[in-house]
């Protein structure tokens, strides 16, 4: 066989194990392994497990994604989410819609001490939930905000899926997530205008309840004063010159471990889960790396990734279309990945394509930030769409009341507000770079 149809057969058996509902880290891994077997030897597909995997356990800048998953298992044992929310719906849960609303918004704020989208879901979820439909609230409106505010976790900084695409990347992890800022803040508006839509249009979807007094609102904002001071120091130390990103999340770990102590809700049982559920999750993540080491390394013996990136280049369309499209490509693969291995799996193929391309007359470094924002975005998308939404799984496996199909119906007015937000990012790119030019200049 040639290198190309070699490389051909290891996606086509890579999508056939995950149809069998084979581990994404082993459907990636095995076809990798074989085929690059197949096109050198035996002796260097040893060499190469060896070397990849002493490489990947050993690179200093992947422990920043313990450390962030740390930091969100803390804030989660902590009690942190439910502050959060108790702040958020003692402002805005008398309005229509006010709970579904201080859901997005604490899920919003839960995202900059957490970075994973389905931690995020599965938090606020069991906070907010319960007291929404105690309050009246239908199960379409609640499940979908709360699956859609979900995605927040990752398009806030700190974000996993940003620090896996820096490492591909070679970028700076700290520009990505000062670009990722204004479009995760847009994001969670978006949300917000949509729950206010929805409730406008259905009104009997959310009640309304008694405004909060003034002074339980003051002791309930003052309640998430560590969030705050947490977010402060790890993001005021980062762009501030104090440290690099992996010593920040280091110090988010502590701040968010001390802030559990001290509001006496972090036990010793929630210690053992946090380092538990860190391992389990680093585990996963890591196990997901050699999959796809094992899987692009082949590719690129086939030398397929420069021929694709040449084809790119040579194409009679708009080199905005060519990224359109891939952004196309990554809702469709959001439907059967998770967002890890998406970015494991394609982002070396099709980074050097993208960076071939002249868009917007952007430096390739501006250009790279860009389209990793771009592709953080249309992850999030990936997270609620149907027909397979991870965080619509995490948010209706607590939700047992709602069938699925409500929730699904439910997110699409939230993914009508992805979508134009993902345009105005890819026809205006400065949404995503101002920040950066700012902070960086």
Known sequence: MSPTAIGLTMFAGMLLLMALRVPIAAAMFIPGALGYAALTSDAALLNLIKGSSVARLTVYDLSVIPL????GQFATQGGLSRRLFGAAAA???HVRGGLAMAAVISAAAFGAVCGSSVATSATITQVAYPQMRRLGYDGRLSTASLAAGGTLGILIPPSVPLVVYAILTEQNVAKLFAAAMVPGLLAAAGYLLVIAWVCRRRPASATVSAPTPWPERWRALAAIWPIVLIFALV???????????TEGAAVGAVGT?????????????GIV?????????????FLIFLGADMMNSALAVTQMPAAIAQWVSHLAVPPVAVVAAVLALYVLLGCVMDELSMLLLTIPVIFPAVMGLDL??????????WFGILVLMTVGIGLVAPPVGLNVYVVNGIARDVPM??????????LASDALRLLLLLFVPSVALGLVGWLFR
């Open 360 to 369: 917007w007359g952007l430096p390739a470094e501006g250009k790279a930030i």
């Open 273 to 285: 889960r946090s380092f538990l559920g860190t391992a389990e999750t680093s585990a996963m993540v």
């Open 68 to 71: 962030f998953l740390l930091m």
């Open 405 to 414: 199909a409500e929730t699904y119906r439910g997110v699409w007015p939230f």
């Open 235 to 245: 993001f005021g130390g980062i762009y501030g010159g104090l440290f690099s990103p």
């Open 257 to 269: 471990f001390v802030a559990g102590l001290a509001g006496r809700e972090l036990d010793r049982a």
């Open 91 to 93: 402002f805005v849960g």
